[in-house]
């Protein structure tokens, strides 16, 4: 049974605020698969349709890799991380049979997601304009690199290439001069991740204009538009100055002190977002002089003193523990927090009462699949794990058997 640790489960996707809602997932890797995850979770009726034999590449991304209950390597953690709730279906589009039941399946079904090369799917009749005809009430979602128009709507787009070509790498990463500078490239898929928010965002608006006017319509998401979304504060600092922003390390580019500051036994972030909490900082370390001096006494007199700012806070909380330090800025108001590792992140009390990770069972592995529980939490109609992610064509008969009557 599905159980999400110390969080408990809602009373299943029945109720789930999504139930009733189908979809037809052709998307694979991670921002489409993303999206309709949470579509799943949130109780959609997901559909993923995958190469037969092969399936979503993500199957094949590890190591680490499951086991099978006969010894024989299973999928990729990676696989597991963005398809969960998901019901898969061995189809070849490329084949007339194979696109033929795809049109069959997205006449029965609210919302189609797809992440092919712009223009990649009309040679099988399974493009916007050919779906429309079949379905009129379609949500039709389409995420590309560039976009369904523009120069580079031609060219295909991934994560890294678009946190480069967006602008992210530019503000990621140590500063020119320091040890290690050169532009950085941040620990998880971030574009595609956002892209699949915006995605399910944009994906619900469409769905209620369907529910409410009988009408579908396309909808268009780009990485690179996503990217330069999330370039936000930092975005309207270019806008607003005129001037480029650029790497900076851990340091913030608007707030000081708001960066990691080292411990006997590791880093903790402070995080200080006014004036108030600033000398209140200085009284917890013993250091009321430094909340007086003019140098430091507004937010924009820390960032233009940054660097000696940043120097004598460190000498003073160099001699703490990260746990005692903690104790002191948390008893005084001031925000902070540890840079955990992974395992200590689901390790924490907080993540523990809140349920972060979800064990599911699947029959054809040896271990129970452990995800990321769904950060989001609604009072009627809370999120459900009723499916793990699914072995490669587990589905097949049972959704096309019912397309076909059967």
């Known amino acids: 049974m599905p159980h999400a640790r110390g969080g408990g489960l809602g009373p299943g996707a029945l109720n789930g605020p ?3 809602v189908r979809v037809l997932d052709l998307s694979r890797v991670l921002a489409g698969p993303w999206a309709t995850q949470t579509l799943a979770d949130l109780g959609a009726e997901v559909i993923k349709i995958e190469r037969p034999g092969a399936g979503d590449d993500t199957r094949l991304w590890g190591p680490p890799f499951t086991t099978k209950t006969d010894g024989s390597r299973g999928d990729a953690a990676y696989f597991l991380c963005a398809n969960r709730g998901k019901k898969s279906v061995e189809l070849d589009i490329a084949t007339p049979e194979g696109a033929e039941a ?3 399946l997205a006449a029965t079904c609210d919302v189609v997601v797809e992440n092919f090369k712009t223009g990649g799917l009309k040679k099988y009749g399974l493009d916007w304009p050919s779906l429309e005809k079949v379905n009129p009430r379609l949500v039709y979602c389409s995420i590309t690199g560039f976009g369904q128009d523009g120069p580079d709507a031609h060219r295909a787009g991934y994560d890294y290439m678009i946190q480069a070509m967006g602008g992210l790498m530019s503000i990621t990463g140590q500063p020119d001069g320091a040890p290690g500078a050169e532009p950085m490239k941040v620990g998880v898929a971030v574009v595609d991740l956002f892209t699949g928010l915006y995605a399910s965002n944009a994906i619900l608006a469409a769905l209620m204009h369907a ?9 268009d998401v780009a990485l690179f538009d996503v990217q330069a979304a999330m370039l936000a504060n930092q975005a309207t ?4 100055s005129g001037r480029a922003p650029t790497r900076m390390g851990n340091a913030h580019p608007n707030l000081a002190p708001y960066q990691p500051f080292p411990c006997t036994d590791g880093m903790v972030v402070i995080a ?7 000398r209140a900082l200085c009284g917890a370390l013993n250091a009321p002089g430094m909340g007086s001096d003019p140098r430091f006494t507004t937010n924009a007199a820390r960032i233009e003193h940054r660097a000696v700012l940043t120097a004598e806070l460190s000498a003073l909380t160099a001699g703490h523990d990260m746990k005692a330090l903690m104790t002191l800025l948390e008893a005084a108001g001031v925000p902070c927090g540890p840079v955990n590792t992974v395992d200590q992140v689901f390790a924490e009390p907080q993540a523990l009462h809140r349920g972060l990770e979800v064990e599911q069972t699947r029959p054809d592995l040896t271990a129970p699949v452990r995800t990321v529980a769904s950060p989001i939490r609604l009072s009627k109609t809370p999120v459900a794990y009723d499916r793990p992610p699914p072995a490669l064509g587990a589905d097949t008969e049972e959704v096309l058997g019912g397309l076909n009557g059967n």
Do not use: I, Y
Request: net charge positive.
């Open 237 to 240: 600092n270019w806008f607003v």
């Open 272 to 278: 200080v977002g006014n004036d108030g909490q600033f």
């Open 18 to 20: 999504l139930h009733g």
């Open 211 to 219: 529910r409410a006017t009988g009408e579908g319509q396309r909808v």
């Open 102 to 104: 795809v049109r069959r």
